[in-house]
């Protein structure tokens, strides 16, 4: 055979693959993909969201959740929504948790839509401290006058005739509650303290969510019924040792923070108690940096916020403080009443959390309504609504059929693979982003790889991952050692051609 007849045949001939065939799907491991943020909810707000977005290289998701739970926040007992004006009512609070990766940026849109809330804060110290300074002398007074009627019971002592009362000027007064907007500390004693001055509500803000689903079960004075009645706004009652009891009329308090996808599994077992399902998840897909081109105008998200902060309130027929109910209007009480059927029939598809997410959303459908309607009141004024119109409950219903429903899916779906599929999908994204052709395993085990991998830095973690990517053709051993040396060979493994776009 001549050379140019070897190089045609060479050239016709079969390329055979050493490698398994790749498992394509392990990247995702069956992972519902982001979808993205609808923007017909937020209305005026929107183009803030997406210049924060802008800002902080990251989807308009996380921005536009910290809004609607620090608007909730605001207008919080305040205000209702009433699908029918008749008994059922939903007050204003949102629980929203930010998921994505260490390196997601997740903090800083948070950060930007929550700001105001402090300078909201720090504007009422300047009352406070006013109200503090009356409060002493008021305090100086009743002392004052405590020790006048003392005097007077001393000299009617051994006299006939009853004891003269004591004169309500001469009651100490309790002491003025300082404005709070945005607390972290998530103990229900001290959101309990908080709520007695705010009685609104407030926003309890944890960069790391993780801590707070922990406090569910930590606490003897009962975590998890103390949450579940700060996400219904009930009348709720805390019995302090030594300290009595503390009343809480409005026990309303809207949640965010942000979490990573790992951490979040744990919390998902076991957790159908109605308590996590009732939780808003946004898991955008991450953006590689950028940089920013437009300045964030924060100048009409401060006025709106300002705006749901004034927000007066009812009254009762006894003259008492109340929430003022706002009822859909009549078109949009028939599309809700249609789309309340629909949902019905479908929230068993799926898992049970998410068959848990989907019965609870006629509730979060209102609210978010509500948040939707006094958002258009906030921004572009006029008169304060009286209804919730059918453009926002329209917006709300397409908002959790479009988003909230996808995203739960995701969440929930993620939870329900094996921990040792989650670090094997990990170790494969991870090997495709940085395009590496071999991998080691003590050395992703090290920096600068270990803060990226913390789930599989866990003891037999980073064994079963591989296990599991060998077995899906990802990889495989190239164990070597450095020319004569003795003792434990390198365990390198080489990276399956096909994983980044080759030929395997």
Known sequence: MTAATMKDAFSRAEVVSIWPKLDRTLVN???????????????????????????????????????????A????????????????SEPCILWCAALGDPSSRKSAPLDHMTKPLWALQDA????????????????????????????????????????????????????????????????PEAVADVLVGNPQGVLCYNDELAGWLESFDRY?????????????????????????????????????????????????????????PRILWAWPDKLPPRPQTVRVDRTALEAAYSRLDHLGWGEDEAGNPCAKVLRLDDDARDVFSEWEISNAANDGE????FASFAGKLGGLVLRLALVAEL???????????????LRSLSAAIAFCEDYAKPMAQRVYGDAAVSSEDRNASLLARYIVKNGFRTVNMRELRQHPHKGHLKPLQAKGAM???????????????????????VGQPRKDYDVNPAALGGAA
């Open 350 to 353: 799926g898992s049970s959390l």
């Open 73 to 88: 926040s605001l207008i919080g007992g305040k205000r209702r929504a009433s699908p029918y004006g008749l008994d059922w």
């Open 220 to 276: 003897t004075s009962g975590g998890r019924p103390f949450w579940l009645s700060a996400y219904g706004g009930r009348p709720h009652a805390i019995t302090r040792k030594g300290a009595g009891t503390i009343h809480i009329p409005f026990n309303g308090v809207s949640v965010l923070g942000s979490i990573q996808p790992d951490k979040v599994v744990d919390h998902l077992d076991g957790a159908n108690d109605g308590l996590v």
């Open 463 to 485: 064994d079963a991952a591989f296990e599991v990517a060998q077995d899906a053709g990802w990889i495989r051993p190239a164990f070597s050692r450095d020319g004569d040396t």
């Open 124 to 187: 009422a110290k300047e009352e406070h401290d006013e109200r503090k300074r009356e409060y002493a002398a008021e305090v100086e007074r009743a002392k004052v006058e405590r020790i006048a009627w003392q005097d007077e019971v001393k000299q009617l002592a051994g006299s006939p005739g009853g004891t003269p009362p004591m004169p309500t000027i001469a009651v100490e007064p309790e002491p003025p509650r300082e404005r709070r907007t945005v607390i972290s500390d998530a103990t």
């Open 29 to 71: 491991n069956g992972r519902r993909p982001a979808v993205d943020m609808p923007p017909h909810l937020f209305g005026a707000v929107w183009d803030v969201i997406l210049q924060v977005a802008d800002a902080t290289a990251t989807k308009p998701d996380y921005a536009a959740i910290a809004y609607l739970t620090a608007a």
């Open 375 to 389: 958002t258009d009141w906030a921004f572009n004024g006029g008169g304060e609504p009286a209804t919730i119109s």
